[in-house]
């Protein structure tokens, strides 16, 4: 038989067809059983808050890794309903969900509802909220280094005597962290005088805050400092500083960021000089990666901590940092969270 190059052409294109279909099983075993099925696995987001930038960034972030994994994912909001949340988990429950993402609540009111769905088989991690089961990972922003953080740059800035106003309120797991550091620094520091706590997840949070904050200014004109953990306390207390014509004469300090802060941050004496963070996306991927190994049959750990980030208006003024997608780019250690990255993870594209 005469052998001419078409021939040997289709036997090479044949060859490497067959090639393929033997490795295309192969580079399906790359992931362990569920994923190996796309589509085949489901799993739920039950939101206790979502107002705000953080909340909308985390969302996006799950939904970015859900994505890369191939997995389906529902999203139920609360909207701060706490016994709501506890009926959603059934909810999922009930939907047939391989695993649940818990995010933020109360621990009374999610306590019994995350056992019920361990007690259904289901795999959950939980995200800033405490539901005090061994067999449910913590997803954690490192709150206590966030506080940390933050209240370092205020005695950079301002020493170690100054009147403060914090803004606080009790039963929400990151904050009640965040509220023993906070605790520790007075102690460390007595020069720190509490002159007023205040605080309210009341919607809208920010408008809410600002009421309060204006009426504690109004008797405490000598505050130099606000500590105000939360990204939407922040932004009402700026609220209130800037009415009371107080910009230059307070720092405020805080916890999250977004580009609304950014923005906050670098208007012209803007009273907002730091907030430490971690990239709310970040975590969001993170919270879908922990439950993904543990639905692989791996262990992720019983804390799951995202390292967080100093930001100075400083640093964002020196930087010409405008937006989140430019602090991700100068400052690399925002971009990416190296946590719960199996080698088999599929992680979202850039």
């Not at 019994?112 to 067999?135: L, P, S, T, Y």
């Not at 605080?199 to 130099?224: C, E, F, H, M, Y």
């Not at 919270?287 to 993904?292: E, G, K, M």
């Not at 390292?307 to 990416?336: G, R, V, Y």
Request: net charge negative; aromatic share 6%; no cysteine.
């Amino acid at each position: 038989m005469n052998i001419t190059r078409r021939i040997l052409g289709k036997m090479a294109l044949s060859l490497a067809g067959a090639t393929m279909l033997m490795q295309a099983p192969a580079l399906a075993q790359d992931k362990p059983a569920p994923f190996d099925n796309p589509g085949e696995v489901k799993i739920a987001l039950v939101r206790y808050l979502s107002t705000g930038d953080f909340f909308q960034a985390y969302l996006s972030g799950v939904e970015a890794q859900a994505k890369a994994l191939g997995v389906d994912l529902r999203v139920l909001d609360s909207r701060q309903d706490a016994a709501l949340q506890a009926d959603m988990v059934d909810q999922a429950i009930a939907l047939g969900v391989d695993g649940i993402i818990i995010q933020h609540g109360l621990t009374e009111s999610m306590k019994e509802a995350a056992q019920r769905a361990v007690d259904a088989g289901i795999k959950v991690v939980a995200f800033d909220v405490n539901v005090e089961n061994d067999k449910i990972p913590q997803i954690e922003q490192s709150d206590r280094d966030l506080a940390r953080l933050a209240l370092e740059q205020a005695i950079k800035d301002n020493g170690e005597n100054w009147k403060a106003g914090y803004v606080y309120v009790a039963g929400i797991a990151p904050l009640d962290r965040r509220d023993e550091t906070w605790k520790e620094f007075k102690a460390k520091y007595p020069g720190i005088n509490e002159a007023a706590m205040f605080g309210t997840l009341d919607n809208p949070i920010a408008n809410s805050v600002a009421n309060q904050a204006r009426s504690v200014l109004s008797a405490n004109p000598d505050i130099k400092v606000m500590f105000a953990p939360y990204d939407e306390f922040a932004k009402g207390v700026k609220i209130a500083v800037d009415e009371a014509g107080l910009s230059s004469d307070i720092k405020i300090y805080s916890a999250d960021i977004s580009t609304s802060d950014i923005a906050a941050m670098r208007e012209p004496d803007s009273a907002w000089a730091a907030t430490a963070a971690t990239n709310p996306a970040v975590v969001g991927q993170v919270s879908v990666r922990a439950l993904a190994m543990l639905l692989a049959g791996e262990d992720p750990g019983r804390q799951v901590i995202v390292p967080p980030t100093l930001i100075t208006q400083a640093q964002l003024n020196e930087n010409d940092i405008k937006n989140m997608e430019e602090l991700s780019a100068k400052l690399p250690q925002f971009a990416h969270a190296d946590v719960a990255v199996p080698a088999w993870m599929p992680l979202p594209a850039k």
